[in-house]
């Protein structure tokens, strides 16, 4: 009794395993949840894509504005702090000077520094300044021989301004150490705000320690003016402080896997509604050009942010009930696919399933209920012919008497093939068809502006290089002497290469065009050709590249110049920002220079319409060309591009170059293309529901089918040898097993009859004789 009872819960178990791990089931059902889910999904996403005021698109740009700050400060910081580093580490290497001659030439060099002081390091004599006073009383020179003893750091000005103080020591054999230090102000260096955009820099605590973009008290014309003014100041407080708590975080915490771009902590803020409009808030913490390595600069540990106000728009772009309606249709059909595959291929196999079994058990009284449609059909027609035979009846006389095999006009892939039509009905429409955003498309003219205002911040800061570059020449420049011997030359131009990146090649260049020293990349420009005078900066075409010329006169060699060439490399990684698209440098002549992607160098711009976009920006209006911005529609590809011509002083003047850059607005997170977007995605979730599932049935259950089905003919057919194996421990499988059973008693039924007939055949002979 036991070990019966054990062997019925052993087959209880394979019939549970076998509906809940494999067989027609499990795929119906994980049908019928994906469509659930997917049901309740569109209700719920697609009705309120455009119930936001203001675009995520919006909130974006402004996190992208505040990196760009971000980085320019970062930028500005560094290169001042390595400016006056290097600077000492050249006075050095020569013969010693006095504390005037060294804050001249740096005056004549650089304007970077609001004030500058040299300092006796053991007597604290102060030996010259020039500029503004410079917070000497804030200097500890005990602790200047520490680990940090140099490292740059914030002074607080008894008028509230913030003051950044950067050393470098001043060493000559035979002479006591002094301390050159410069003064900077924390401001940003070519950041182009707009007309109704404020940016703040505040320390690690949040307290502001400079903002540009709000009107000061000679600018506040009237109550309107002044209020808005004072309510942007408040708010750029209150959002200081959150800023800086959120920057504190890790940034690998703070941002999606995969995600790269800005390598710091950034984000947007959503400020209250006040009389239709709200506020926008971007914030970025300075962070190193390279992953996991911090600057002098990310040491300070401050924040940029940058806050706007924006109109807000609460017209809903969709009636929230078309996501309720969709939802709807796709419960009624998904109904509908579900019951056809269970009225017609899982009943019927299930069915075929326990006509199986019976006939096994060697219940032969009641003819097998056959199903109606397809290979079940022919499954069940075979097993009632089989029934037969088990009975006694012959195979050949079956198939005498039975003028067709039972197939099913309609088969099980007939089936599927409708269910899936039944799914594509509703999903060919949202991916193709619904809520297509069209030529139409409204580009918040937020978006519009800071697309020209990021521009022309890039075109800032490669100008901004191109001028430090030359100015950093002319730094060295002023080193080199009738005295100073080609070696030494060499070692300045290392000196000089090793902590600047951007140079591939740097000699120095005597009138009669001989090169007397050079370090880097052999030169590319023609040898032999004396030295530009009249142009700092020029453009050579060697080969298919373009190579950047700077040249920088040595006042102590008579016509001679250092000369710098720049790695196109690096003008191109000024160019790598998030959110701009395609970013282009070109000539006076629309040839590109440099890009933020691939691009063909010399080669012009992709279409018309962004060629004549930079021909009307470098019209001059007024004093001279000024940054554009539009919407460029073609059909329905909507773009928005920005062209910004490289205006400013400098050694980078003459070049005439102009920044371009573009991107699609289909790429942008408007709510137009939100909903275009997430019907679309609803339409292939339900092509992938329907893919996979169908799919899954066709694979396991229908070919396993289509195979039983032509094995069961053949078993009818009188085919007693080839044995049935069944591929799965599932429904197909266990009819499978079950014709296996029968066709062994049928074999055994075949012996049976063979015995008997020669049995009786023996027995009439044996009367014959007698």
């Known amino acids: 009794m036991s070990a019966s009872r054990t062997k019925r819960r052993q087959k209880a178990r394979r019939r549970a395993d076998m509906s809940l791990l494999g067989g027609i089931r499990p795929p119906i059902a994980a049908l019928s949840a994906l469509l659930l889910a997917l049901a309740a999904l569109t209700a719920f996403h697609l009705g309120k894509v455009g119930n936001e005021s203001v675009p995520e698109a919006v909130r974006t740009s402004q996190q992208y504005f505040a990196e760009d700050g971000a980085i320019a400060m970062r930028a500005s910081l ?44 053991k007597s ?91 009107a000061n008290d000679e600018q506040i014309q009237s109550d309107e003016v002044k209020e808005e003014t004072e309510r942007s100041r408040k708010q750029l407080k209150k959002y200081a402080k959150i800023a800086a708590k959120k920057t504190k975080a890790n940034p690998l915490t703070t941002k999606e896997p995969g995600g790269g771009g800005f390598r710091g902590v950034s984000g947007s803020l959503l400020g209250p ?58 419960l009624v059909i998904g109904l509908l696919a579900v019951s056809l595959l269970i009225g017609t291929v899982q009943k019927p196999l299930l069915q075929l399933f326990l006509e199986s079994r019976r006939l096994s058990r060697g219940d032969l009284n009641r003819p097998v209920n056959r199903p109606k449609y397809g290979e079940a059909a022919r499954i069940g027609t075979a097993l009632e012919r089989l029934r037969r035979q088990l009975l006694g009846e012959s195979a050949e006389d079956q198939k005498a008497h039975t003028p067709g095999r039972g197939r099913g006009r309609i088969g099980a892939r007939a089936l599927l093939a409708t269910c899936g039509a039944l799914l594509l009905l509703w999903s060919a ?44 020449l002319a730094s060295v420049g002023s080193l080199i002497g009738p005295a100073t011997t080609p070696a030494e030359m060499t070692g300045i131009l290392e000196r000089t290469l090793t902590q600047h990146q951007r140079y591939e090649a740097l000699y120095v260049l005597q009138a009669d065009g001989t090169v007397t020293a050079k370090v880097g990349a052999p030169p590319r420009r023609p040898q032999g050709k004396a030295p530009s005078v009249d142009e ?20 102590g060699l008579k016509g001679a110049s250092v000369v710098g060439e720049l ?37 012009q711009l992709p279409n018309e319409s962004l060629r004549a976009l930079v021909a009307g920006t470098n019209q001059k209006v007024g004093k001279g060309p000024r940054p554009s911005s539009v919407v460029l529609r073609g059909g329905d590809d909507i773009t928005v591009a920005a062209a910004v011509p490289m205006a400013g002083g400098g050694a980078a003047k003459p070049l005439a170059w102009t920044v371009v850059s ?12 939100n909903l275009q977007n997430r019907t679309v995605l609803a339409g292939l979730l339900g092509l992938t529901a329907a893919l996979v599932c169908l799919g899954w049935l066709q694979i396991v259950v229908v070919q396993a089918l289509r195979e039983l089905a032509r094995r069961a003919e053949a ?56």
């Open 78 to 121: 560094d290169e001042s702090i390595t400016d006056l580093s290097r600077t000492a580490t050249l006075f050095n290497a020569g013969a010693p000077v006095s504390a005037d001659t060294v804050l001249d030439k740096l005056g004549n060099v650089y304007q970077k520094w609001r004030g500058m002081a040299v300092v006796e390091i």
């Open 273 to 330: 509604s006040n009389d239709g409009e709200r506020t926008v808030v971007g914030y970025a913490s300075l962070t190193g050009p390279e992953a996991g390595k911090g600057t002098a600069a990310t040491a300070l540990g401050l924040t940029v942010i940058s806050l706007i106000n924006v109109t807000e728009d609460r017209a809903a772009l969709v009636d929230p009930f078309f996501g309720i309606v969709a939802a709807a249709v796709l």
């Open 536 to 555: 700092p900066v020029v453009l050579l075409e060697s080969g298919n590249a373009p190579v950047i010329v700077e040249f920088a006169a040595a006042p």
């Open 567 to 603: 790695r196109i490399d690096f003008l191109n990684s000024l160019l790598k920002r998030p959110g701009l698209g395609e970013i282009r440098v070109i000539d006076e002549k629309q040839r590109v220079i440099g890009g933020n992607n691939g691009y063909l160098a010399f080669s």
């Open 124 to 214: 604290g004599r102060l030996e010259a300044q020039r500029g503004e006073n410079v917070p000497l009383t804030a200097i500890d020179s005990t602790k200047l021989a520490e680990a940090n003893g140099l490292v740059p750091r914030m002074v607080r000005l008894e008028n509230g301004e913030t003051r950044l103080l950067t050393f470098a020591v001043l060493s000559w054999p035979g002479q006591p150490q002094k301390l050159l230090v410069a003064s900077s102000s924390l401001r940003f260096p070519g950041v182009s705000l707009g007309k109704f955009r404020a940016i703040a820099v505040t320390d690690s605590t949040g307290t502001i320690l400079s903002s540009d973009g709000l």
């Open 715 to 770: 078993l009818a057919d009188g085919d007693r040898r080839t044995v049935l194996y069944p591929r799965h421990h599932d429904e197909v499988g266990a009819v499978t097993r079950s014709l296996e059973v029968i066709r062994q008693q049928l074999q055994e039924l075949r012996k049976r009859e063979a015995t008997s007939t020669a049995g009786r055949s023996g027995q009439a002979a044996k009367a014959g004789r007698n």
């Open 662 to 673: 573009w991107q699609p607005a289909k790429g942008l997170a408007i709510p137009e293309y």
């Open 429 to 472: 429409p949202l991916v193709l068809l619904l809520n297509r955003a069209g030529d139409s498309v409204g580009v918040p003219q937020t978006i519009v502006h800071d697309q020209r205002e990021r521009t022309d911040t890039l075109a800032d800061r490669v100008r901004r290089a191109l001028n430090e570059g030359h100015t950093d």
